[in-house]
């Protein structure tokens, strides 16, 4: 159970971080100049808005400010990454890995927004803006041919 702010935040890093490697492996196989800067984007853009969430909690959190328990602990159980890509997984394998890391990760950031939104709404909004993000990158990957 993440009953605090930054295990939320700890939390959110460990689906990002594979996300952003299989945009990264996506990106490197795809022969269309413009879906490979797309998916190029979304490798940099997902690192960006990991450090914006980041960033707004160490701006929110100060020395006279403490940050607790949270009223609405997440459970992190609902929000696990499956690792089941095959050893030499094909274009529509990455795809399909990738959606579906995507789609769990948006609603992590949604729920875990609402969460966090009491004690730090600057948080909670960086989250709102990251989820966006990722729903914009899932249709994406939705309309992208598996071959």
Do not use: C
Request: aromatic fraction near 6%.
């Amino acid at each position: 159970m993440l009953g605090t702010t930054s295990s939320i935040l700890g939390h959110y890093a460990k689906l990002e971080e594979p996300l952003t490697r299989l945009y990264g492996r996506l990106a490197e196989g795809e022969r269309s100049t413009e879906l490979n800067a797309v998916l190029s984007d979304y490798v940099k853009e997902g690192r960006r808005q990991r450090e914006a969430v980041e960033r707004a909690y160490r701006e929110a959190v100060t020395d006279a400010y403490s940050v607790g328990f949270l009223p609405e602990p997440v459970d992190e159980a609902e929000y696990r990454i499956k690792d089941d890509l095959p050893e030499s997984p094909s274009r529509g394998d990455l795809i399909k890995a990738t959606a579906a890391l995507e789609e769990t990760t948006v609603k992590f950031l949604n729920r875990a927004a609402g969460s966090v939104r009491s004690q730090l709404p600057e948080v909670a909004q960086a989250m709102v803006v990251a989820a966006r993000r990722g729903s914009r990158r899932l249709d994406t990957l939705r309309s992208m041919p598996s071959k």
